[in-house]
C-alpha cells in the first residue's frame, strides 16, 4: 500500500507496507568530469539541487523505496588527501517507487548535458531542488593538492551494480564546482546484499553505556533466530568496523527482537547466539570522536559460510569516566557495592565506614540527572544498607554516588525490567 505525496511538478508514492521484491538492471547517467575548486581552509563542496546523476529503470519491475533507500556507494580516490562521497536521497524525504522505463534525477542548466543521454520513450523525473542522488568533494587533512583526481566509484543496489569512474580538476580557492560531461553506465548482476541481522551490546543492560577510555572488553551477541543460524557465520569474516574480536563463543546470551532501531531486549530465548568480545579501545576507535551524553551506532558486518554478507547494528550511548572499581585504603568508605534487590525493580547498596561521618547517597541516571536522595545524615563507622525502589523508573542504566566525609565513591547499576 502506498500514499500519494505530490511535491511541484512531480507525483510521489510514499511506501507504506510492503516486502520489496528484486527489481532487475539499472543505468546511471553519470557526470564524468567536474572542475571544483576546493576553499583553502579544508572545507569540502556538496551540490545544491542538481545531481551528479540521473537513475533510470531498465528493468521490468518497480525500484521500490526501500531498494533506493538501501543502495550503497563505495568510492576511491586517486589522491589520498581529496576524497569524494556519493550519497542517495540524503535531504529527499520520500522517495516514491521508479517504474519501469522512467529516470529520475535533479538537473538544473548547470548538468542539463545529463538528459541528452536517455534513450527514446524513458520517461524523465526531474526532482530539481530535492537532491535525489548527489555527492560531496572534500579535502583530508591540511594538505595543499591542485591538480587531476580521478575517482572510481561503485553503485549496488536491488542485487546489481553499476560502476564508474569521476575525473576531477581540484583548485585551491573560491568555493566553485562546474559539471563538464557526462556518461551512461548499465548495471549487472552484484554480489548479493548484507543480510540483516540483530546485535545485542552488552547483552542484559539497557541503555548500553560506553565510555571511550575504559580498559577491558566490551561484550557483543549476534542473534540467533529462525532466519540466522549463527552456526553459519563465517567466524574469520567478522568485523567492527574493520577490527576483528578478541573472543567468540556459541551461547545464548540474548533474545531475539523487533527490528525496532536500539530496542532493549531482556532475558534469553532458547537459540544460539555468536557471543563476541571487542577490545575496548578497538570499539572507541570504531565510533571515532564523541562526546559524553551523545549515542552512536555500532555496525558488526560479515559472511555467512555459502558468502553471503551480513550486518548488524545497535546503539551505543557515551558516557564519561565510570566510577572506579577501587576504594583508596585511606577512604572513609572502606566498601561499596551494589546489587539486585529482593523485587525486580530494585537495588541493595551496601557499604562500609571506617569511621563516623556525614553521609550522603544519591542516584543519577546515565546523562548526569540527579534523580533522589537516599542519605542525607550522619551515621556511625560500620555496615549499612539502603534499599532503592524504582518502580516508577524506566529500565536502563543508573549511578549511586556515595558521599563520606567528603570523599565520593560511585557505582553502576542496570535496572530491567
Not at 548535458?113 to 568533494?137: A, D, K, R
Request: net charge negative; charged share 15%.
Amino acid at each position: 500500500m502506498s500514499s500519494l505525496v505530490r511535491l511541484p511538478g512531480l507525483l510521489v508514492a510514499t511506501l507504506v507496507l510492503g516486502t520489496p521484491a528484486l527489481a532487475g538492471p539499472f543505468d546511471l547517467i553519470h557526470t564524468d568530469q567536474v572542475d571544483v575548486t576546493l576553499c583553502e581552509n579544508g572545507c569540502g563542496i556538496t551540490l545544491s539541487g542538481c545531481d551528479f546523476a540521473v537513475l533510470v529503470n531498465v528493468g521490468a519491475a518497480p525500484i521500490t523505496a526501500n531498494e533506493m533507500r538501501a543502495a550503497r556507494f563505495t568510492a576511491v580516490s586517486s589522491e589520498t588527501t581529496i576524497a569524494l562521497y556519493p550519497f542517495l536521497n540524503q535531504y529527499t524525504s520520500v522517495l516514491p517507487d521508479l517504474d519501469p522505463g522512467h529516470a529520475r534525477g535533479g538537473v538544473c542548466e548547470s548538468n542539463a548535458f545529463l538528459q541528452t543521454f536517455l534513450l527514446p520513450g524513458e520517461v524523465f523525473e526531474n526532482t530539481q531542488g530535492y537532491q535525489f542522488l548527489s555527492f560531496n568533494i572534500s579535502r583530508l587533512g591540511t594538505g595543499t593538492f591542485e591538480g587531476p583526481v580521478t575517482f572510481y566509484v561503485t553503485m549496488d543496489m536491488a542485487g546489481y551494480r553499476a560502476t564508474f569512474q569521476i575525473d576531477a580538476m581540484v583548485h585551491l580557492g573560491p568555493h566553485d564546482i562546474a559539471l563538464l560531461h557526462g556518461a551512461r553506465v548499465h548495471s549487472v548482476p552484484g554480489p548479493p546484499p548484507p543480510i540483516t541481522a540483530q546485535l545485542d551490546i552488552r547483552p542484559g543492560e539497557c541503555p548500553n553505556v560506553f565510555n571511550p577510555k575504559s580498559q577491558g572488553r566490551v561484550a557483543m551477541a549476534l542473534v540467533g533466530s529462525p532466519t540466522l543460524n549463527v552456526r553459519d557465520i563465517e567466524l574469520a569474516s567478522v568485523r567492527l568496523n574493520g577490527f576483528m574480536p578478541l573472543r567468540t563463543a556459541f551461547l545464548d546470551v540474548a533474545r531475539a527482537f523487533s527490528t525496532i532501531p536500539c530496542e532493549c531486549a531482556d532475558g534469553v530465548d532458547g537459540v544460539e547466539d555468536l557471543s563476541l568480545r571487542f577490545a575496548s579501545e578497538d570499539v572507541a576507535a570504531a565510533i571515532g570522536p564523541t562526546a559524553p551524553g551523545s549515542v552512536t551506532t555500532l555496525t558488526v558486518t560479515g559472511l555467512l559460510t555459502n558468502g553471503a554478507p551480513f550486518e548488524a547494528s545497535d546503539c551505543l550511548h557515551i558516557v564519561g569516566p565510570p566510577p572506579r572499581d577501587s576504594i583508596p585504603p585511606d577512604s572513609v568508605v572502606a566498601r561499596m557495592f551494589v546489587r539486585r534487590g529482593a523485587s525486580r525493580g530494585a537495588a541493595q547498596i551496601e557499604y562500609t565506614l571506617a569511621a563516623d561521618a556525614d553521609v550522603d547517597l544519591d542516584v543519577y541516571d546515565v546523562t548526569g540527572r540527579h534523580l533522589e536522595s537516599l542519605v542525607q545524615t550522619r551515621q556511625q563507622s560500620g555496615e549499612h544498607q539502603v534499599e532503592w525502589r524504582a518502580e516508577n523508573m524506566q529500565q536502563g542504566v543508573y549511578f549511586f554516588r556515595l558521599t563520606a566525609a567528603g570523599q565520593m565513591q560511585m557505582r553502576r547499576f542496570v535496572l530491567l525490567r
